[in-house]
């Protein structure tokens, strides 16, 4: 019996050498894309703005990776993650986006001391994949943006802006892609939306002094 005992001992170590290793988890970052520069306007050159903490669905303050299938129900990605939360990512490229661009006499964060003319804030209202019954992936991304004055808390401007992404195949790496592509317009179109509003204030201001 000692024997077949040393064979089962050793079959159990054998079995142990050939387990094969849990595959490595992949982690994520948005590409925001390169900046567009843009001249600063009559209407903001003396204005402070501060960035709000972004809103969001709790589900993206995490480092999971969702999606959604057919049956309308979320899932997340077992070997693939964020290596920073989506909302913080985002926080930091319209950051970056607002003072790249040049409009502002200042840019300052949410919990900056400083004085400031304008708060901008921004909700993200969908940022999910979602995958049909032939594996095809379609990632969606939508965002509602209010630019409010500081001093009066009057909303001065609103808008939404939504991006549609189709991709042939699903999985984490081309849901960030159309994420990444849907974030890359997303700056453009911010910057270039409160750049019309300072273009309008600028034209108030005009009146205000000939009155």
């Known amino acids: 019996m000692k024997w077949v005992t ?6 159990l170590i054998g079995g142990c050498s050939l387990t094969r290793e849990a595959p490595p988890v992949q982690s994520y970052r948005l590409d925001g894309g390169e900046m567009i520069g843009t001249e600063s306007t009559e209407g903001c050159r003396e ?4 960035i709000a903490l972004i809103e969001a669905p709790q589900w993206l303050e995490g480092t999971a990776i969702h999606y959604a299938g057919t049956d309308h129900r979320f899932y997340r990605y077992t070997l693939s993650r964020w290596e920073q939360s989506p909302v913080q990512q985002i926080q930091q490229l319209i950051e970056k986006s ?5 409009l502002f006499k200042g840019v300052v964060p949410y919990k900056s001391l400083a004085k400031n003319d304008w708060l901008l804030e921004v909700r993200i209202e969908q940022m ?8 095809a992936g379609e990632t969606e991304l939508m965002l509602y943006a209010v630019l409010v004055d500081q001093y009066s808390r009057r909303i001065l401007a609103q808008k939404t802006f939504s991006y549609r992404q189709q991709n042939a195949d699903a999985g984490a790496q081309s849901a960030v892609r159309g994420w990444s592509e849907g974030v890359t317009a997303f700056k453009s179109a911010l910057i270039a939306w409160l750049a019309e509003q300072c273009e309008t204030q600028a034209g108030i201001d005009r009146s205000d002094v000939d009155l």
């Open 6 to 11: 040393a064979i089962i001992i050793a079959a």
């Open 47 to 50: 204005r402070v703005i501060r």
């Open 98 to 102: 607002v003072i790249e661009s040049g």
């Open 128 to 135: 999910l994949q979602t995958i049909d019954s032939k594996g």
